[in-house]
């Protein structure tokens, strides 16, 4: 080999080392580049991961603080809870212990005894102005009415006081004028009493007393209109659909008699009948006693400032703000009144201390009802059936005229 050839062959042997060492280090940082890429992308991911765990690690801990907090007000709540119904537990054995029943005694027994006998009489239905009115009694002309209101009510009076049909009520005052030496006195057939009882007027009138003031207590009652017997139902189980109608019952405290009544559906709210049967008739209502169904606003509203509002608020009640832009209604200080003594002195002394209590002649006077009546309605239309339950509320008031029992309290 000549020395040119082994110039060449060194020169080549050269470049190649010098080819290979420089691919050798673009490798190499190539390499390096690529691991500083992964170091970088694994300290993010790691950067990210922390950050994570953190955001789960405080909602974690935000939500266990949350639930230890709500834990600590259920437990608070029911302590308060427990201890609410222990004091009252307290109060009631306190006063089951204290309370000691009172004694009554009439003083006017014999009296009494002949006021309920008057009750059954059918003469102190029948007075001069009803006989006179009989007897003007002309010959029926076709399109007019024939009887007056006045007989018409007084044969439904005998209906309702003595439970008998129409057709016995025909009867029985056929019987009762030929007694009477009536016996030439038109007698209304049962068929003309019931198409009557629809559209007939039986006026109700408010009593004041000697300051021209009326005390009121209102509640009410059911009245059934059909179903079966409760005995059927407990035996056997019912298979008919039951319906009951609400009477609503306004009495006068002081003298227990009936000043307004309503029939309504079994689905009427009793403060939207309470709105309905005072309105209007206020101005001379001292106080108005009722249970916790008329604490409406509605309610306290018909009545206002002036009428003593004896009712009770509901154990949630809360007092009623009065701010410069939302002023307290005048007719919502009594209720505010309520609240804020019941909460110092408790519900039942609360009671005692306002007369709540004498809103019980209210039950007395449903009670008085349905012994005299029954629990049921004889009508079947619901205008015979608001006529029925006006004149049935007539006759209890005329049992009161007659005469009540005069109760004094014993040692």
Not at 239 to 251: E, G, Q
């Amino acid at each position: 080999m000549t020395l040119k050839s082994k110039k060449k062959v060194a020169s080549e042997v050269s470049a190649v080392s010098v080819s290979a060492s420089s691919a050798e280090i673009r490798a190499s940082s190539r390499a390096e580049k690529k691991l500083a890429r992964a170091e970088a992308k694994i300290a993010k991911m790691l950067a990210r991961a922390e950050k994570r765990a953190e955001k789960i690690v405080a909602r974690a801990n935000t939500k266990a603080r949350k639930i230890m907090e709500a834990a600590e007000k259920r437990k608070l709540a029911q302590a308060q809870k427990a201890q609410k119904k222990a004091e009252k537990a307290k109060n009631v054995a306190e006063a089951v212990v204290v309370k000691e029943k009172k004694q009554y005694k009439v003083r006017n027994w014999a009296e009494y005894n002949e006021s309920l006998r008057k009750r059954g009489e059918i003469g102190i239905y029948l007075s001069p102005e009803l006989l006179a009115a009989w007897r003007a009694v002309k010959k029926k002309v076709v399109g007019e009415r024939q009887y007056p209101d006045c007989i018409i009510e007084m044969c439904l009076i005998v209906h309702s006081l003595y439970r008998l049909a129409l057709r016995q009520v025909q009867g029985f005052v056929r019987d009762l004028l030929q007694k009477m030496g009536y016996g030439n006195l038109p007698v209304p057939d049962y068929s003309t009493i019931c198409r009557r009882q629809a559209d007939i007027f039986v006026g109700q009138s408010l009593d004041y007393d000697e300051n021209g003031e009326i005390h009121i207590a209102l509640d009410s009652t059911g009245l059934k209109v059909y179903g079966e017997g409760e005995w059927k139902v407990r035996q056997h189980g019912y298979s008919k659909h039951r319906t009951w109608m609400k009477l609503h019952i306004a009495i006068d405290t002081q003298t227990q008699k009936i000043v307004v009544a309503k029939l309504t559906t079994n689905s009427v709210h009793d403060g939207t009948v309470a709105v309905d049967l005072l309105t209007g008739k206020t101005e001379q209502i001292a106080s108005f006693r009722g249970d916790g169904a008329y604490d409406g606003f509605e309610v306290r509203k018909m009545l206002g400032e002036s009428i003593t509002q004896i009712i009770p608020p509901p154990e949630n009640a809360v007092i009623q703000s009065d701010t410069e832009n939302n002023p307290l209604p005048p007719h919502l200080k009594q209720r505010n009144e309520a609240v804020d003594s019941i909460a110092a002195t408790g519900r039942a002394e609360w009671k005692k201390d306002v007369g709540y209590h004498i809103r019980s002649l209210n039950e007395v006077v449903m009670f008085r009802y349905k012994s005299t009546f029954g629990d049921r309605l004889q009508a079947r239309k619901f205008e015979n059936q608001v006529t029925e339950v006006l004149l049935k509320c007539k006759v209890l008031n005329v049992f009161v005229e007659t005469g009540m029992p005069v109760s004094v309290l014993t040692a």
